[in-house]
T-cell receptor, first 111, second 114 residues
Framework: DAKTTQPNSMESNEEEPVHLPCNHS???????IHWYRQLPSQGPEYVIH???SNVNNRMASLAIAEDRKSSTLILHRATLRDAAVYYC????????????FGKGTHLIIQP | EPEVTQTPSHQVTQMGQEVILRCVPI?????FYWYRQILGQKVEFLVS????????KSEIFDDQFSVERPDGSNFTLKIRSTKLEDSAMYFC????????????FGPGTRLLVL
């Protein structure tokens, strides 16, 4: 799976939007962009994924650059419960079974 | 909402002992996975399992590890002779279809080898 680059940490205030960036300049045409998060002392949790078009679900939105070399996970209104490590992972449908987790972005939410 | 469950939540064992970590995947899922996370480090893939056999395994998954689906609901990870460096959180995950890609993780078992 292709490599992603994320900031080590970000800080935001409660009830404000959060934009978590991810760079994936070596993305291939068949790589899906997945986001997972890991709350403290819990297992990873699926957030959202997309291929080319922007995606929305109840948890977040995913904005994908036109050239697909970067993407942004958007939490529209952060709560304290959103404090977690967020992982941006590229997944080729024909690639390996296992998810390759990087270090992710540690999101800190200030009350 | 269906979820992956794991037992026990914590396990303490002596070096050299065998441990079995148990998981109940989501009922209509066909692919099962084990991951581990050593304290302060990344989540690492160990093995995937489909149709009653290992689909893929990582370099970490050596001969001391084995997986089994002993009945229609449980999925187990056995560590034959534990080492100090096996101390970690072990996460089970499942997915409905390999192609669907979304994996659902359990809460983990914290293994401490003394």
């Amino acid at each position: 799976d292709a490599k992603t680059t994320q900031p080590n940490s970000m800080e935001s205030n409660e009830e404000e939007p959060v934009h978590l960036p991810c760079n994936h300049s070596t993305i291939s045409g068949t790589d899906y962009i997945h986001w997972y998060r890991q709350l403290p002392s819990q297992g990873p949790e699926y957030v959202i994924h997309g291929l080319t078009s922007n995606v929305n679900n109840r948890m977040a939105s995913l904005a994908i650059a036109e050239d697909r070399k970067s993407s942004t996970l958007i939490l529209h209104r952060a709560t304290l419960r959103d404090a977690a490590v967020y992982y941006c992972i590229l997944r080729d449908v024909g690639g390996a079974d296992g998810l390759t987790f990087g270090k992710g972005t540690h999101l800190i939410i200030q009350p | 909402e269906p979820e992956v469950t794991q037992t026990p939540s914590h396990q303490v064992t002596q070096m050299g002992q065998e441990v079995i970590l148990r998981c109940v995947p989501i009922s209509n899922h066909l692919y099962f996975y084990w991951y581990r996370q050593i304290l302060g480090q990344k989540v690492e893939f160990l093995v995937s399992f489909y149709n009653n056999e290992i689909s893929e395994k990582s370099e970490i998954f050596d001969d001391q590890f084995s997986v089994e689906r002993p009945d229609g609901s449980n999925f187990t990870l056995k560590i034959r002779s534990t080492k100090l460096e096996d101390s970690a959180m072990y996460f089970c995950a499942s997915s409905r279809l390999r192609a669907e890609e979304t994996q659902y993780f359990g809460p983990g078992t914290r293994l401490l080898v003394l």
